[in-house]
């Protein structure tokens, strides 16, 4: 019960986040889709790794079967270079702010093609 | 452009239900206790994550520090011109940042140190280690707390660090000896790497804008 | 039962969170996302993942957000709808003050937003730095506490009477000042001038603008008009932004010197 939830909760996130990533012009808000986006995807991992009345992978933690810790290790890699990803992401939007004075995708675009305003 | 988004969207979701829907059958777990005994440690995620496959562990640590070092760079050719404003003295927050300085570290270190028996482990241990030093940096300011705790040298511990896992897990690989001993000390060394990069990282985001 | 509660909680900050206006309420949402999605591994048997989750998607990811928000941004402008100085058309906006703030943003490089909003809340917003710019037929007034543009367009508070009866004005606009001890106060000028009509106020104190408005368009026949004080619009800038209040001054005395703003002035206001 609680996996099929998880697993429906991590679909609509990832959706969810996919949407905002391809509907914003702007590029924080295309990072926090982004990030949504990815916690779906985490979800889903953990969510694969749950089985009906699963304990924690942990010896000792009474009878009954465990969830399967491999995703688990997966996963807690993948956040960990998710923050790292996301900071230099952020550099990169600084940078943009700073040089060429907008977030925006599709202004960056238009001005890709007319030729970078004067600061 | 956007409805190819869309569709392919829609074909993601498509494969993700039909991995949940059972048409592929998942394999039984090994018996993952007899593994977790092996390496020393009670928590199976640990003994997965610094044993069976520390291959990953090491290029992800590799990849956190390259990341970082990008950030590093990145942000040093966008210097803050502007004069860096004076931190107002607040000395009660001050004082009990002082206070809390101290067990936040050990907390940290025993989130680490515990990261085989229970829940914890090296990168919560250096989140947590990162997080508490930026809202000590906000009661105190970022520069004076930069000053407090030697940034320059821990700097330097942070890629002493990268360089004692790699050592160990080398050792590791190389002679093959496992043991609760091992968990800790690798658990320590990536709890200080990616605390003290989150911190760097942190505060370099702030100065590059003048505060906090 | 946990589980379906603590997914529904994390849906609908994704949902909240995604769906904002402002970043910052967009970056809040994620944190907020992030801790109860470490609930949800909880309940999944994943202790560790939550552990990390809680105090690097919580912490860490909020964190930079924030730092990175600060470094960056656009002009945000909180403005009351006051045709012809900044009104919407349809999907646009328009009017003379928009003129200028889209002039002034593209000087800066910057987007400009605007967000809808009353009189009253313009100098709280300016304050609490939810906003970098108050527009839309600001009058200033000595309880605002903002920092002020230089004046755009000349104007005059009057008190105009129809009918024996209490005062009314817009509550935190500068003709509050000049209401007697029996007064009432409206939330905009719509509201204020339908009042009127109701005959549930005897009279407004408003700006010589709206003023003109109401009688070219027959919705207020005065019976009596009295000058209170000369005064101007201006745009009111958030004071932390001193950077902006520099910027906006210079940027309209330039403006003012090469004589486009008396041009735009009368295309506008004439």
């Known amino acids: ?119 | 452009m956007r409805v190819l988004a869309a569709l392919s969207l829609l074909v993601l979701m498509g494969l993700l239900a039909l991995g949940v829907s059972g048409v592929f059958p998942r394999p039984a777990l090994p018996p993952m206790d007899e593994v977790a005994a092996e390496w020393g440690a009670k928590n199976v995620v640990a003994a997965i994550v610094l044993g069976v496959r520390l291959w990953d562990t090491l290029f992800e640590i590799l990849v956190y520090a390259m990341t970082m070092v990008g950030v590093k760079l990145g942000l040093r050719l966008l210097r803050w011109e502007h004069a860096i404003p004076p931190i107002r003295e607040t000395p009660l927050l001050r004082r009990s940042a002082d206070l809390l300085l101290g067990p936040i570290v050990v907390f940290a270190l025993y989130v680490a140190v515990s990261g085989h028996l229970g829940p914890g482990g090296g990168f919560p241990a250096g989140a947590i280690l990162g997080t508490a030093l930026l809202l000590l940096a906000l009661a105190k300011g970022v520069e004076r707390l930069s000053a407090e705790i030697h940034e320059p040298s821990l700097e330097w511990a942070e890629y002493g660090a990268i360089v004692a896992i790699l050592a160990v897990a080398g050792g590791l690989l190389l002679v093959g000896r496992r043991g609760s001993g091992y968990l800790i000390a690798a658990n320590v060394l990536i709890a200080l790497e990616v605390g003290i990069g989150a911190w760097v990282v942190l505060h370099r985001f702030a100065s590059s804008r003048g505060e906090v | 039962m946990g589980a379906i509660l603590f997914s529904a909680l994390t849906l609908a900050l994704a949902v909240f969170a995604l769906t904002q206006r402002r970043l910052l309420w967009g970056v809040i949402g994620v944190g907020a996302h992030s801790l109860a999605l470490a609930g949800v591994y909880l309940f999944l048997a994943a202790p560790d993942v939550a552990l990390t989750q809680a105090a690097i998607g919580f912490g860490l990811v909020t964190f930079i957000y924030l730092l990175a928000l600060r470094r960056t941004g656009k002009l945000t402008v909180v403005a009351v709808e006051t045709p012809p100085l900044l009104h919407q058309e349809g999907q646009r906006v328009a009017g003379l003050e928009w003129e200028i703030l889209s002039r002034f943003g593209r000087h800066l490089h910057q987007d400009v937003e605007v967000l809808w909003v009353t009189r009253a809340e313009i100098p709280r917003l300016l304050r609490a730095g939810e906003a970098d710019i108050g527009a839309g037929g600001f009058l200033p007034r000595s309880e605002d506490r903002v920092l002020l543009s230089r004046p755009l367009v000349p104007t005059r508070i009057v008190t105009v009477r129809c009918a024996p009866g209490p005062l009314g004005a817009v509550a935190g606009d500068r003709g509050e000042d000049h209401l007697p001890a029996d007064r009432a106060t409206y939330e905009d000028h719509r509201e204020l001038a339908s009042a009127l009509g109701a005959g549930e106020v005897g009279g407004v104190v408003a700006d010589l603008l709206h003023v003109r408005q109401w009688i070219l368009s027959g919705e207020v026949q005065p019976s009596k008009t009295s000058d209170q004080e000369e005064t101007s619009f201006r745009f009111a800038v958030a004071p932390g932004e001193e950077d902006v209040h520099q910027a906006l001054d210079a940027f309209l005395a330039e403006l003012e010197a090469n004589g486009e703003l008396a041009q735009l002035v009368r295309r506008y206001v004439g």
Request: net charge neutral; charged share 15%; hydrophobic share 55%.
């Open chain 1, 1 to 119: 019960m609680e996996g099929l939830a998880a697993v429906a909760l991590a679909i609509a996130l990832a959706g969810l986040g996919f949407w905002n990533l391809i509907v914003r012009r702007n590029l924080i808000w295309k990072l926090l889709g982004l990030n949504v986006a990815a916690s779906g995807a985490i979800l889903f991992l953990v969510a694969l790794a749950h089985r009906p009345g699963a304990r924690p992978p942990i010896v000792g933690l009474g009878p009954g079967p465990s969830a399967d810790p491999l995703p688990h290790a997966l996963v807690l890699t993948a956040i960990v270079i998710d923050f790292a990803t996301l900071a230099l992401a952020l550099v990169y939007v600084i940078f943009l702010t700073e040089h060429r004075h907008t977030q925006d995708v599709e202004r960056l675009e238009r001005d890709e093609e007319r030729g970078w305003p004067q600061p």
